[in-house]
């Protein structure tokens, strides 16, 4: 069974920094891309940040450039969204998901395989 299983959102003041995991398992994901989107309250899902397996390539919403980073661990299987200078305009739940491929879209719907998500909120 295809699992992806994020961890490490929390409470943190504005400026404060989190760093979000993401966990893969259940089949070879040597071809996929991998991305995190949020959504906050009222508003619909949005890419944040995405790489490719193999890490040559990356992709930043403009919102965030600048302030987060996405980095991998082919080993571990896990994907990780460091962020920094965090807003409250950052406050959402944060998922991970993965799509076969190295195109690294913002189409949600080509994105096959999601996480349950983790609730970052950021107080002013």
């Known amino acids: 069974q295809v699992q992806l299983v994020e961890s490490g959102g929390g409470l943190v003041q504005a400026g404060g920094s989190l760093r979000l995991s993401c966990t893969a398992s259940g089949r070879t994901f040597s071809n996929f891309a991998m991305g995190w989107f949020r959504q906050a309250p009222g508003k619909e899902r949005e890419l944040v940040a995405a790489i490719t397996w193999g890490g040559g390539n990356t992709y930043y919403a403009d919102s965030v450039k600048g302030r987060f980073t996405i980095s991998r661990d082919n080993a571990k299987n896990t994907r990780y969204l460091q962020m920094n200078s965090l807003k409250p305009e950052d406050t959402a739940v944060y998922y991970c998901?993965?799509?076969?491929?190295?195109?690294?879209?913002?189409?949600?719907?080509?994105?096959?395989?999601w996480g349950q998500g983790t609730q970052v909120a950021v107080s002013s």
């Open positions: 998901a993965a799509r076969f491929g190295t195109a690294l879209t913002e189409s949600l719907s080509s994105y096959i395989y």
